[in-house]
């Protein structure tokens, strides 16, 4: 017989970033529906709410649609405070020109936020932080923090955690540590944590001519760089990172590579640089008897939303347990699937990417699509697909399979036919 949650059974979520509290958030909301009554445990030492790498879980912080329709849809609307800068447009530097691409539906919102408590140099004080804000919104609801690191997690027949002080027997164990973290699982377990790229990140001054609701996104330069974005909070910017074999002095290469560093505040200028790991891959073995990874611990999407991973890996997950109970073949039949349609939507996504690359790398290519995307501005949104593409590329606002689908449409490739030709088709504003 599978076992299931029952009144009174202990739940131990080890980390309490997005993903361990929306873990909290879902199986606590589930549970109520449900009436029974749980006690949930979430482990984590790091305070939330202080400046710097200490309490912030290193991550560009966009948030998509996708996502902060979710969170309201579990009643969860961000505070004023912890939103940094809606985002309303893209502007992409490539070779001195400069292409802006407005949000294409401006129904779908996207913010930024702070992760932790703001840059660790920032005059005058924090910032009121995003996760800072879930692990409250768990407390709220019925969580219980404990804020001690966990030293390691043993696996006979129920999963227990062990901290320094004291030790807890768990009823279902789960790991939402990140790839930033090490997984204090024993080998019992048989994880594996995914693989992983290096980001290098900063954070300086936002000048006061900077846009405050623009990404700046730029390419190639320095070598290695696959993509670089400039992204407003409030009075700060957020300087991100991806590439291969970056340098240690990476954000200080790219600006002076990117001709910015005359036109960005002086030394010290930098606020609060990390380079943080991103996962690329799924994890090996991550969930068992009685115990489940979740958000990146577990596999997220390529590059883009992995708060938006971290919510729906958590929702889907707990969904199984409520549902199909605590079994591994339970998780197998109830979270697997969805896991893997997020493993092969990266495929499109490194599709999408590998377009992306070889179109920067032809002088041809680039120009029809610089004109392609020209034609497309005054076109009405439903129509605008280059656009639509880009925008999905770069905020994580959409399936990388329907991007790719859309990418090779007959509209899209009409489109960059007519840029070959060299000259766009002249259109009229609606």
Known sequence: MRPHLKDGDRVCIVGAGPAGSFAALHLLHLADRAGLSLEVLLFEPRDFSAPGPGGCNRCAGVLSTRLLRGMQALGLDLPPQVVQTPIRSYAIHLDGDLVSIGQPDPQRRIVSVYRGGGPRL???????????????????????????????????????????????????????????????????????????????????????????????????????LTFGALIPKGRYLNISLLGRRLSTDAVADFLEAQG?????????????????????????????????????????????????SAFHTARRAMQGVLEHGLSQRGFQRAYAPYCRAIQRDNLYGRLLFTCWEWTLRSPLLLRAWKLALQAEQAEPPERRVHIRVLWGMFTGDELYRNLFWLSVSPRALRGLARGLRGSPRKVVAR
């Open 260 to 308: 910015l560093a005359p036109g960005l505040p002086p030394a010290p200028g930098s606020l609060c640089g990390c380079t943080p790991r991103i996962a690329v891959g799924a994890a090996g073995c991550f969930f068992g008897e009685r115990w489940v990874a979740v958000g990146d611990a577990a596999v997220t999407r390529l590059y883009k939303d992995g708060i938006g």
């Open 122 to 224: 920032a005059p005058g004080g924090g910032v009121a932080g995003f996760d800072a804000f879930l692990l409250e919104q768990a407390v709220a609801r019925g969580a219980r923090h404990i804020p001690v690191r966990v030293r390691k997690v043993d696996l006979d027949a129920r999963p227990v955690v062990h901290t320094a002080r004291a030790s807890y027997a768990a009823d279902l164990l789960v790991l939402a540590t990140g790839v930033n973290s090490r997984a204090p699982l024993d080998r019992a377990f048989a994880y594996h944590a995914p693989p992983t790229e290096v980001m290098a990140q900063d954070e300086i001054l936002r000048p006061p001519d900077w846009p405050p609701d623009q990404v700046s996104a730029f390419f190639r330069h320095p070598p290695g």
